[in-house]
């Protein structure tokens, strides 16, 4: 697993760091629209109880984890599965996959609390779905900022 991103270089750390603060912007812009608009009630208590600092640097982690794995899971075998990273629908949908999973991780799991009384504790059918967009969502604009737009060989 550390060999795989030893050997693909930059452009793959690049794509985490890029989520991070992709996951964080997002973050913050679901935090305005709760505060200024009364958008997503149900993330009111979240955003609440923590501060954007905490609330952002814990979405972009996620979202860097999420794509570290997605990135490493997704070329297992690496038998030429150079689908990854890029603007297409199976990368698109494995995006989508892995972090609606990764939302059900975080549900029973409790790594953040306050989301299991507040976004959690809406149906899993929901979340699940929400969780799965919300990948997509970050997905989208980091891929166009570090330009990975076509077939990229992660694989040496």
Do not use: E
């Amino acid at each position: 697993m550390i060999s795989f991103f030893v050997n693909t270089g930059l452009s793959v750390w690049l794509l985490v760091a890029v989520v991070f603060l992709v996951t964080s912007l997002w973050d913050n812009l679901l935090r305005f629209s709760v505060r200024y608009f009364g958008w997503f009630p149900v993330m009111k208590p979240y955003f609440d109880a923590h501060g954007a600092f905490y609330a952002s640097f814990a979405a972009g982690i996620t979202g860097a984890i999420t794509t570290a794995l997605i990135l490493v899971l997704a070329t297992a075998g690496c038998g030429g599965a150079g689908l990854m990273p890029q603007l297409s629908v199976p990368f698109l949908a494995w995006t989508a996959l892995f972090s609606a999973v990764v939302g059900l991780v975080m549900r029973y799991t409790q790594v953040f609390p306050p989301l299991g009384t507040t976004y959690y504790a809406q149906p899993v059918a929901t979340t699940f779905a929400l969780d799965g967009l919300s990948g997509v969502m970050v997905m989208v604009p980091a891929i166009a900022i570090t330009g990975n737009y076509q077939r990229t060989q992660l694989c040496q």
